[in-house]
């Protein structure tokens, strides 16, 4: 059974930093391309990074580049988001998905950021 488990979430103030970890399990992680996803409350997902399955190709969305870092230690079976210089409009529920055919086929449950004063 394929499990995704994301922790690392939090409260932070604006400015601040959090890593969010994603442990796989159930599958050969080291054979798939991941990603992460974001969904503010009121708002539809927003995809926010992907990386391929060796680790060297990062890909990141548009308001968060430059800011987060996606890794995974495939060892470890488990991928990472450090995020950086977080903004309020960064809070949301962050989700980690295991991607087939391009597409995300598996989800976790999220992990909850807020960044607020």
């Known amino acids: 059974e394929v499990q995704l488990v994301e922790s690392g979430g939090g409260m932070v103030q604006p400015g601040g930093s959090l890593r969010l970890s994603c442990a796989a399990s159930g599958f050969t992680f080291s054979s798939y391309d991941m990603m992460w996803v974001r969904q503010a409350p009121g708002k539809g997902p927003e995809w926010v990074s992907a990386?391929?399955?060796?680790?060297?190709?990062?890909y990141y969305g548009k308001s968060v580049k430059g800011r987060f870092t996606i890794s995974r230690d495939n060892a470890k079976n488990t991928l990472y988001l450090q995020m950086n210089s977080l903004k309020p409009e960064d809070t949301a529920l962050y989700y980690c998905a295991r991607v087939s055919f391009a597409l995300p086929d598996y989800w976790g449950q999220g992990t909850q950021v807020t960044v607020s004063s």
């Open positions: 990386i391929n399955s060796g680790g060297r190709y990062a």
